[in-house]
């Protein structure tokens, strides 16, 4: 099960912090990554950032040097630092759990951003 926490409501530049709690699975095995899927309809998800097992991270272009993610294999937990934010960020924000050909989900938390 992952359990996201930390969206809501920012200003143009602000930070938000999000956080994914793992439970029920071996989290140290598991890559973990943060995707967004933005309101408009012909948006597709798309991956925001990952942190491999070993802790190595991967951004997508535009979130470079705005958004930190790292794990903490002792609470289970990802979270994902956001700084700078635009209004493009404006998505719900999505946990992922990957190993292998398994992926887990969890159920989204609203990120807004706006003035």
């Known amino acids: 099960q992952l359990v996201e926490s930390g969206g809501g409501l920012a200003q143009p530049g602000g930070s938000l912090t999000l956080s994914c709690a793992a439970s029920?699975?071996?989290?140290?095995?598991?890559?973990m990554a943060w995707y967004r899927q933005a309101p408009e309809p012909e948006k597709e998800r798309e991956l925001v950032?990952?942190?491999?097992?070993?802790?190595?991270?991967y951004y997508t272009d535009s979130v470079k040097d705005r958004f930190t993610i790292s794990r903490d294999n002792t609470k289970n937990t990802v979270t994902l630092q956001m700084s700078s934010l635009k209004p493009e960020d404006t998505a719900d924000y999505y946990c992922n759990a990957y190993f292998s050909t398994v992926n887990y989900w969890g159920q989204g938390t609203q990120v807004t951003v706006s003035s």
């Open positions: 950032a990952k942190i491999s097992s070993d802790a190595t991270p």
């Open positions: 029920g699975i071996t989290f140290r095995h598991y890559g």
